[in-house]
């Protein structure tokens, strides 16, 4: 049973350049949280993605966007990228349909470098 | 707003000792859920015990448990007989709402923890 996927795991863009990220959830899962993982410190919530559409969202500005396909896999995209994008991008997939006491399963990351 | 503090930045243990991680979280929601996960050097985040608002006795899972203080807003997790595996980011996090996975988990600041041999 594959756990969740992202891609790639590595990334380095040049400050306001464009990139997209993507994520393909635990078979089953149909909920895509997106998190944003700066050095040395705990992991910020960007938004969570269900029915393809954004069901919430953290403090981060408009130049971070996100998409579900049908088939529940995510994409994130950062617009004029900054340096302060610099982090690693976590992707959690989960269940909406149950009560979930085991809260999300993560991904590996993506490492985003801007230079 | 519901927040998560962890004030032990890092710590260093002695491999086969017990270890006692430190997690205070405030919310006004009377349902919440309480999670750890282990961070090792990989970047994925590996959960590891969830311990309910509601739930009477503390949470245990394997050589993990949760000394849940309600009243104290604490929630420490404790490894007993610590292993060099055991070293990494260890992050407490909180979900308002037991029995929804919409709403969602924030997360402390995390504590490195380094086993010695």
């Known amino acids: 049973d594959a756990g969740v996927t992202q891609s790639p795991t590595h990334l380095i863009k040049t400050r306001g350049q464009q990139v997209t990220l993507r994520c393909s959830p635990k078979?089953?899962?149909?909920?895509v949280s997106w998190y944003q993982q700066a050095l040395g410190q705990g992991p910020q919530f960007i938004f969570q993605?269900?029915?393809?559409?954004?069901?919430q969202r953290g403090n981060f500005p408009d130049r971070f966007s996100g998409h579900q396909f049908p088939n529940y896999s995510s994409e994130l995209n950062v617009n004029a990228l900054l340096l302060g994008d610099s982090a690693l991008y976590l992707c959690?997939?989960?269940?909406?349909?149950?009560?979930?006491?085991?809260?999300?399963?993560f991904g590996s990351g993506t490492r985003l470098t801007v230079v | 707003a519901q927040k998560i503090t962890q004030t032990q930045p890092g710590m260093f243990v002695q491999e086969k000792e017990a270890v006692t991680l430190d997690c205070t979280y405030d919310?006004?929601?009377?349902?919440?859920?309480l999670f750890w996960y282990k961070q090792p050097s990989s970047g994925e985040m590996i959960f590891l015990i969830y311990?309910?608002?509601?739930?009477?006795q503390n949470a245990t899972e394997g050589r993990y448990s949760l000394n849940f203080q309600k009243a104290r807003k604490s929630a420490n997790l404790v490894i007993s007989a610590s292993q060099l595996g055991d070293s990494a980011m260890y992050f407490c996090?909180?979900?308002?709402?037991?029995?929804?996975?919409?709403?969602?988990?924030?997360f402390g600041s995390g504590t490195r923890l380094s086993i010695r041999p």
């Open positions: 996090a909180m979900r308002e709402g037991v029995y929804s996975s919409a709403s969602k988990i924030i």
């Open positions: 078979s089953g899962h149909d909920t």
């Open positions: 311990q309910g608002s509601y739930d009477q």
């Open positions: 993605y269900y029915e393809e559409e954004e069901r």
């Open positions: 959690a997939s989960s269940l909406s349909n149950r009560a979930e006491y085991y809260g999300y399963t």
């Open positions: 919310t006004s929601d009377p349902s919440y859920g």
